[in-house]
């Protein structure tokens, strides 16, 4: 059980054009593609930073939980995601030490993903996503 590395810092979008002129056309950036999450209610926008990427995140609608994050607070750091090894002994790890984590099972993410979230509340404020490569 380890953590690999920072996969992405994910950033709620107003505008993923601009997005995409500043991290893209100004930064130079490699755009990776983009991918509907349904479940979620959004579509993610990778650019790779070496190792790691910036995701850019566009709400699919008002309801979904990064619209309502972006009526509540603005455009801007939505989570930090950590790629590991062993994501269920991470989940067994936390329930144990009482940290809420956003849903039962690890879920389908982009990419190929298996992941959780744990709640900001259990953080400090930051939402934070474990992630682990689906075998
Ligand atoms: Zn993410």
Not at 11 to 22: G, M, N
Request: proline share 4%; charged share 25%.
């Amino acid at each position: 059980m380890r953590v690999k590395k920072i996969s992405h810092v994910a950033i709620a979008s107003e505008d993923p054009d601009q997005a995409k002129l500043l991290y893209e056309d100004i930064l130079g950036l490699n755009f990776t593609g983009s991918e509907a999450i349904e479940r979620e209610g959004i579509t993610t926008y990778f650019y790779e930073v070496g190792e790691s990427n910036i995701e850019v995140l566009e709400a699919l609608s008002k309801e979904s939980p990064v619209g309502k994050f972006l009526i509540k607070r603005g455009a801007g750091i939505h989570h930090i995601a950590l790629e590991v090894e062993d994501l269920d002994g991470y989940v067994v790890k936390l329930r144990e030490a009482g940290i809420t984590i956003m849903s039962e099972e690890p879920l389908p993410g982009a990419h190929g993903m298996r992941i959780i979230f744990i709640h900001p509340k259990s953080t400090g404020g930051v939402l934070i996503e474990l992630s682990e490569k689906m075998e």
